[in-house]
Every structure is written in structure tokens, then in C-alpha cells.
């Protein structure tokens, strides 16, 4: 592991330790999930940049760190993949604007940006599947929308989400269809 990594890894589990942030259904520490992300971004093509960046992903979002932060600690590479990841500062209204304004930041991000948040959907989608079904109905189809505009990620998390997605949503009754080439998705094999 890259000094660049290590440090992202540190950093990112002092920031979620600081405010006492721990994962909503399994009470386990959060920088859990940051290590789920960054290890499923080492599973395919990548860069030190791109795994710092997935320690990181929700230190701007959920802990004091400002982007600013960031950008002083690690790099304009590194604060900027953090940066594409951080949700958009909310528009006023209820959740499904919220959701579409994300997912339309998102489909503006470059490729590495796009495989970090396939890994983020990854560990966030069984979790959510398995403990709060209700909740699911509305963040697997969220999820599922938000795949159209993760085409440019790595093929195999993209496969992977793709089918992660279907499979949570058939276990909870929510039926979702397979994407396919006409649709403009990426077909998931």
C-alpha cells in the first residue's frame, strides 16, 4: 500500500471516528464501508489516486473535512475524484429531485470517478436490501437509475453492481428489468 493510500486510510478513519459515525443498520465502525469500497477499486484497474479517493468518498458528505481539506492533505487529483463522489449540496424539496441532481453530477464524471461509485453501490445496496426492505423499494430503483450513467466505470463492477442491483430487488419483490443495449446501458454480463 502507497503512502498516498495509507494516509488516505487514516485520515478518512480519524474523520468518521470524530463525529462517532457508524454504518446505519449494523452499528459496526464506518470506515467499514470505506475499506469495503477501496478494496473492491483494488479488485480492478486502478490508480493510488483512485483508492485514496475511496477512503475518502464520504469525508465531505458525513464528517467535518471540507473539500478544502482534501485538496491541502492530498492533492488536486485526489479532491477532485472526492469531490465528483460528494453529493451535490441539496436543492430544496423532497428526496426524488435530491436523487436526479446527483445522478446528473455523476454522469458528468470522468471514468475512475465512475468505477469508485459502482464499489460504493456494491457494499451499499446488499446492506441496505438486507435490513431495511422497505427503505430499498425506493434506493434500488435510485440505484438502478444511476447505473445508466455509470457505463464508463470498470466493466467488471459495472457487471457486478448491474447484477447486484437485479438480484436485491428480486429478493425484496421489486421487479427491475435487465439492462440492455437499446436502452442506452451497457450490457452486464
Not at 14 to 30: G, M
Not at 61 to 68: G, K, M, R
Not at 99 to 119: D, F, G, M, S, Y
Amino acid at each position: 500500500m502507497s503512502l498516498l493510500v495509507k494516509k488516505a486510510r487514516l485520515f478518512a478513519a480519524n474523520a468518521h471516528a470524530a463525529v462517532r459515525q457508524c454504518r446505519k443498520y449494523t452499528n459496526e465502525p464506518y470506515i467499514m464501508h470505506p475499506y469495503r469500497v477501496a478494496s473492491l477499486v483494488a479488485t480492478v484497474p486502478h490508480t493510488e489516486e483512485m483508492l485514496a479517493a475511496a477512503w475518502l468518498h464520504d469525508t465531505v458528505e458525513d464528517t467535518f473535512v471540507t473539500q478544502e481539506d482534501i485538496r491541502a492533505e492530498f492533492g488536486e487529483g485526489v479532491a477532485s475524484m472526492v469531490a465528483w463522489l460528494t453529493d451535490v449540496r441539496p436543492v430544496m424539496g423532497n428526496r426524488a429531485p435530491r436523487i436526479e441532481q446527483n445522478r446528473l453530477h455523476l454522469a458528468a464524471a470522468p471514468a475512475e470517478v465512475k468505477t469508485i461509485k459502482l464499489a460504493d453501490i456494491l457494499d451499499n445496496v446488499s446492506c441496505i436490501a438486507q435490513y431495511d426492505a422497505q427503505f430499498a423499494f425506493t434506493y434500488l430503483q435510485e440505484k438502478y437509475a444511476a447505473l445508466k450513467v455509470l457505463t464508463q466505470g470498470d466493466p467488471t463492477l459495472y457487471a457486478k453492481a448491474c447484477q447486484t442491483v437485479l438480484l436485491c430487488a428480486g429478493q425484496i419483490g421489486l421487479s427491475l428489468k435487465r439492462p440492455s443495449q437499446d436502452s442506452g446501458w451497457r450490457t452486464a454480463a
